[in-house]
């Protein structure tokens, strides 16, 4: 079939091509408008120490202190990614965890090792009030996992956490973003609407 006969069809089918358009595009305004609003909030947690361990030797620059809090970091970030530790961030929260799956409870929150003693977590809430809740909340869970396991040590320059303000935007997309994606949607499935129709004919 040549391209002229292409044109043709698509004269022929001008209404419904341009109505299948003009769906898409509002479907999709629709459904971004009517959506739950969500928040995103990034957390960053710093590693730090008690104390300092009283040594006479040389301490080579606190290096292989500098090692230990790497290792511990890499300990942060598995205990986010712990279904039990997740739940004891909401429990200290107050939001119930109730209908949570397991695979829902391991990806509630992304954690990442960015140098030997920052981690950065990020996660979504239903709303601000909840963000900042969670946000205050995952230092206080990690803090109490750090308690447990220096229970029987009494070392005082066992790890530390200290968490800097989170930062909580609402996640938007741009209408002129939603309008592009829809429509080049709307021309891609109003092609073969029309190729369609036509080949019923």
């Known amino acids: 079939m040549e391209l002229k006969e292409y044109f043709k069809i698509f004269k022929e089918h001008i209404k419904l091509f341009s109505a299948t358009i003009i769906l898409i595009v509002l479907g999709s305004f629709?459904?971004?408008?009517?959506?739950?609003?969500?928040?995103?909030?990034?957390?960053?947690?710093?590693?730090?120490?008690?104390?300092?361990?009283?040594?006479?030797?040389?301490?080579?620059?606190?290096?292989?202190?500098?090692?230990?809090d790497e290792k511990f970091a890499e300990t942060v970030v598995e205990w986010l990614k712990n279904p039990r530790t997740v739940v004891d961030v909401y429990d200290k929260a107050g939001i119930s965890t109730d209908s949570f799956s397991m695979r829902r409870l391991a990806k509630s929150f992304t954690a990442e090792?960015?140098?030997?003693?920052?981690?950065?977590?990020?996660?979504?809430a239903k709303d601000g009030k909840s963000a900042e809740k969670l946000?205050?909340?995952?230092?206080?869970?990690?803090?109490?996992?750090?308690?447990?396991?220096?229970?029987?040590?009494?070392?005082?320059?066992?790890?530390?956490?200290?968490?800097q303000d989170p930062v909580i935007i609402q996640d938007r997309i741009g209408a002129l973003l939603i309008f592009l994606v829809s429509s080049a949607l709307g021309i891609f499935v109003g092609f073969w609407v029309v190729l369609l129709k036509h080949y019923l004919e």
């Open 113 to 124: 090792k960015l140098s030997a003693q920052i981690v950065a977590v990020s996660f979504s």
């Open 135 to 163: 946000s205050a909340a995952i230092p206080e869970a990690i803090t109490e996992n750090i308690k447990l396991l220096n229970k029987k040590q009494d070392d005082g320059t066992w790890f530390e956490i200290v968490a």
């Open 30 to 68: 629709a459904y971004f408008a009517l959506r739950p609003v969500s928040y995103s909030a990034s957390l960053a947690l710093n590693i730090t120490r008690g104390g300092i361990q009283q040594t006479g030797d040389y301490r080579y620059d606190d290096f292989y202190r500098l090692q230990a």
